[in-house]
């Protein structure tokens, strides 16, 4: 057997074991609502756990190491605080990945930035989107706020609804 077929019955298995949806929380924890993102997605894990076209990612950043779990996702959430006011404390969009000039300046990524380098390395474009969560407090201290978990809690149903949905569109 040579280098390519080896190469391509990997590759092959690959694309059996890893499907489905990635949702990725992204946010450091210890700058209080800057955890949003990895704390609705440990609360999306325990609704939707269930469903086997789900897996679930936490990270205090996104970075390059992370275009592998993409690299097979059928599609994929990412999921953060934001500082400005969102109408009902939050917002899902649809997001697409960057692909003209890109390139990696520093080894933290934004979403887009992340999605290019999937299409860089894979020639994959995968359907993406962005949910965000209105924070109040980004200052250094552990645990997300009070006025984050109200937000939370008042828009968590939507959010679900939301990835469900997309989910269904998708399938």
Not at 101 to 118: C, H, M, Q, W
Request: with cysteine.
């Amino acid at each position: 057997m040579n280098f390519h077929e080896n190469t391509q019955g990997v590759r092959k298995k690959q694309e059996k074991e890893a499907s489905g949806i990635l949702v990725v929380g992204y946010g450091n924890a210890e700058n209080q609502d800057d955890g949003i993102g990895p704390f609705v997605v440990g609360r999306l894990e325990e609704v939707l756990h269930v469903a086997d076209s789900f897996r679930f990612l936490t990270r205090r950043r996104l970075t390059p190491d992370i275009a592998v779990e993409l690299r097979y996702a059928d599609a994929v959430f990412f999921v953060a605080a934001t500082g400005g006011p969102l109408a009902g404390g939050w917002r899902c969009r649809k997001i697409e990945a960057e692909t003209d000039g890109f390139y990696i300046k520093t080894n933290t990524l934004k979403p887009e930035a992340l999605l290019g380098l999937v299409w860089s390395l894979y020639r994959r474009k995968l359907p993406a989107w962005v949910i965000s969560v209105q924070g109040e407090c980004f200052a250094s201290g552990s645990g997300i706020t009070a006025a984050a978990r109200k937000t939370i809690d008042r828009s968590f149903s939507m959010i679900v609804e939301a990835v469900l949905d997309i989910h269904a569109k998708i399938e």
